[in-house]
Nanobody, 127 residues
Framework: QSQLVESGGGLVQPGGSLRLSCAAS????????IGWFRQAPGKEREGVSC????????TYTESVKGRFTVSRDNAKEMVYLEMNNLQAEDTAAYYC????????????????????WGQGTQVTVSS
């Protein structure tokens, strides 16, 4: 049974940092691109970042470029989202999701394309 488990969320002051982790199990992790999505109350789910199955390609939504960094460790079946200079608008529930592409260099921030989802971890940025 495929499973994704996020961790690392919490309360942080503006300008602070958090590192989210996504632990995968139950599927061939190294064949799957991983995406990070977030959803704030009353807002639609938003694609934040993704990383291809090989890790060679990454994508970021404009609002997090230069502040967030996605990485993966296929040996440990883990994906990380390093978030720096967090702002109030980053407050949301963050989810990781997996999708298998036909190649190892592709990923997109289209949530409808992703097959497996975690339960989410809350990130709150507030003073």
């Amino acid at each position: 049974q495929s499973q994704l488990v996020e961790s690392g969320g919490g309360l942080v002051q503006p300008g602070g940092s958090l590192r989210l982790s996504c632990a995968a199990s139950g599927f061939r992790f190294n064949y799957y691109a991983i995406g990070w999505f977030r959803q704030a109350p009353g807002k639609e789910r938003e694609g934040v970042s993704c990383i291809s199955s090989s890790g060679v390609s990454t994508t970021y939504t404009e609002s997090v470029k230069g502040r967030f960094t996605v990485s993966r460790d296929n040996a440990k079946e883990m994906v990380y989202l390093e978030m720096n200079n967090l702002q109030a608008e980053d407050t949301a529930a963050y989810y990781c999701a997996a999708r298998r592409y036909r190649n190892d260099y592709e990923c997109r921030l289209s949530s409808d394309e992703y097959d497996h989802w975690g339960q989410g971890t809350q990130v709150t940025v507030s003073s």
